[in-house]
């Protein structure tokens, strides 16, 4: 049976099994992946971001993966870009578009698109909300745009703060709301978008044992040979805990002092089930996600053919 063409969305908490799943639909449905992850993008950092083998990017193109290096910056905005490319080349290929990954503002760029055809443009208002940002921070601004246009700010997340900031400079130059100026967060009511969970006892165990896999594959190595830390990707969960760790190296080969690798292990373990309580919040927000127990894929790829079919 031939299905209707358009993305479908995979998103969850680390360590839910998107990757596996991503795989296994594209197999069933001809699929390309577009990863929406904001470190799978960097070249070099593999084991700590779980990128997929190469043997399984071979078998199943993957997208967005290894762009550019690890020493360069990388934008949400550049990612909004290249990611609706790829759909829509994917979609000319006669392939299924199949967006998978755990970073929020990815997917909102991608769910949310704001449509700014109103040509208002207030130079010096944006530089005072700018200033505004930098000297209160984004919940302050997303609060400030609540108070003016209650609508768009549900749909805005505090962190979107591009967003946020050209919302108010439009509100607050024509004193009218972003729908009465045409001016519109669009959503797709026909959007395909699944999660998985379990409890979290047992999402916890299974980010535990992915970390504990990631120090056996070279995790140490890889995060050690790197040694930048000042750049914007070493910040990521996986690479900062090694910033002020006490290695050795011999003939070319790092090696954590005794304690270290340890401690290491439990700061990745402790920052990354933190950052899954954060994810889940975050597309808990998205009231048209369909969640799934972990691994169970066989109800997810029935679930989403019956959305391609309807």
């Not at 209707?4 to 799943?21: C, R, V, W």
């Not at 390309?32 to 992850?37: G, P």
């Not at 944006?126 to 505004?132: C, F, G, T, Y």
Request: hydrophobic share 35%.
């Amino acid at each position: 049976m031939s299905y209707e063409l358009q993305p479908i969305y995979i998103a969850g908490p680390t360590a839910s099994g998107k990757s596996d799943f991503a795989i296994r639909l594209a197999r069933e449905l001809d699929g390309i992946i577009i990863s929406a992850d904001s470190m799978q993008i960097y070249k070099g950092l593999d084991v700590g971001t779980a990128k997929v083998s190469k043997s399984q990017q071979a078998e199943i193109p993957h997208k967005l993966i290894d762009v550019v290096n690890y020493d360069e910056e990388f934008s949400v905005a550049q990612f909004a870009e290249l990611a609706r490319k790829e759909i829509d080349l994917a979609i000319s290929q006669g392939k299924y578009p199949i967006v998978v990954g755990g970073t929020g503002l990815y997917f909102e760029a991608l769910l949310y698109p704001m449509s700014f055809g109103n040509t208002v443009k207030n130079e010096t208002l944006r530089a005072q909300l700018q200033a505004e940002y930098q000297a209160k921070g984004g919940d302050f601004l997303h609060r400030k745009l609540g108070e003016l246009d209650a609508e768009t700010a549900k749909r805005l997340h505090p962190n979107d703060v591009k967003r946020i900031i050209r919302a108010l400079e439009i509100i607050l130059t024509t004193g009218k709301t972003l729908k009465e100026n045409g001016d519109v967060l669009r959503e797709d009511p026909n959007v395909i978008m699944i999660a998985f969970d379990t409890d979290r006892e047992k999402l916890y165990a299974r980010i535990n044992e992915r970390v504990d896999i990631m120090f056996e594959q070279g995790l140490a190595e890889e995060a050690l040979s790197i040694g930048r830390f000042d750049c914007q990707s070493m910040q990521a969960i996986g690479y900062k805990e090694f910033a002020d760790c006490k290695y050795t190296l011999e003939n070319g080969r790092y090696a954590l002092s005794d304690g270290e690798e340890d401690r290491i292990k439990n700061a990745i373990k402790q920052h990354t089930r933190n950052y899954a309580k954060r994810q889940l919040t975050w597309f808990r927000r998205y009231k048209f996600i369909k969640w799934f127990e972990c691994g169970d894929y066989g109800s997810a790829i029935q679930y989403i053919k019956s959305r391609l079919n309807r």
